[in-house]
């Protein structure tokens, strides 16, 4: 038997296998290698503007006010104790004021005013209305008592020349102060002393001031310490006096009638205040 040979066939077969395979191998078309595909360009994103920041508006702090102190306003003047006007228009003033008479004779004081005299506050006016011949008529403001104090009134005749119109401060029991002025265009200053019934002269004369006959004058007194000066239609003083003896008391008007008849006077106001 013969291996050899057979050996060999294998071998040679197997050698040409082997050729062949390497052939085919070689022949084998090579893949193609893809070209590289450039990547989809990327989309480049536009810078984003940065916003300019928008300025918030301050709110303009509305300013506190500031509160300004009041100005001290200057206090009025206070009204002085007492003082006061009256134009006689409510008639029930007329109980504020008490009415007696002197006797001529016997200088005492006498309740009431008489049975021929009228004195009443009507239409305005303080009015005395004296038929009696040689009365002599005061009438005093009860709510008020003062030492110091200026009288003013304003006194209008409608009947006969021979009259005479008073002021009386620091009326008391003991007596009071009477300016006393004669519608002729005499004066006196008297004080009447209660204790021995007597008009005492302090001062007297006479003035052209004075309207005469029927007319109106403003007639002013002023008591003040222990001067007691009496003023005619706004001018000064016509007279001053010294007198220390009565120092306080009430206030009061007076009318006067003597030998002639009616006398017929009215008051227009009284304005009372502080000399």
């Known amino acids: 038997m013969k291996l050899l040979p057979q050996t060999k066939f294998f071998s040679f077969l197997l050698a040409g296998f082997l050729v062949a395979s390497c052939g085919l191998i070689q022949q084998a078309e090579p893949t193609n290698t893809p070209e590289p595909t450039d990547p989809p360009p990327t989309a480049t994103v536009a810078p984003t503007e940065t916003p300019e920041p928008t300025a918030v508006p301050t709110e303009t702090p509305i300013p506190t006010p500031t509160e300004v102190p009041p100005t001290p306003t200057e206090a009025a003047s206070p009204t002085p104790e007492g003082a006061f006007r009256t134009d006689f228009e409510d008639e029930a003033e007329f109980d504020q004021w008490t009415g007696f008479r002197v006797d001529p004779d016997s200088l005492r004081q006498v309740e009431g005013t008489g049975n021929r005299v009228t004195v009443e506050i009507v239409d305005g006016k303080f009015r005395f209305d004296i038929r009696d011949t040689f009365t002599w008529v005061y009438f ?3 709510p008020l008592e003062t030492a ?4 003013e009134t304003e006194a209008l ?3 006969r020349n021979t009259n005479n119109v ?21 004066y006196d200053i008297f004080r009447f002393d209660a204790n021995v019934r007597d008009y005492i002269t302090l001062g007297s004369g006479g003035t052209t ?11 002013a007194i002023e008591c003040n310490g222990d001067e007691l000066s009496l003023f005619v239609n706004g001018g000064p003083a016509i007279k001053t006096v010294r007198d220390s003896t009565l120092t306080t008391g009430k206030i009061g008007l007076s009318v006067s009638s003597f030998p002639v008849t009616p006398i017929i006077l009215e008051f227009d106001y009284l304005e009372v205040s502080q000399p």
């Not at 110091?148 to 009288?151: E, F």
């Open 140 to 142: 005093i403001y009860q």
């Open 157 to 159: 005749n409608l009947g």
């Open 148 to 151: 110091n104090v200026r009288l």
């Open 209 to 219: 001031s004075i309207i005469t006959g029927q007319g109106t004058n403003e007639y």
């Open 166 to 186: 008073s002021l009386i401060c620091r009326y008391s029991e003991a007596g009071w102060y009477e300016f006393n002025i004669s519608n002729g265009g005499l």
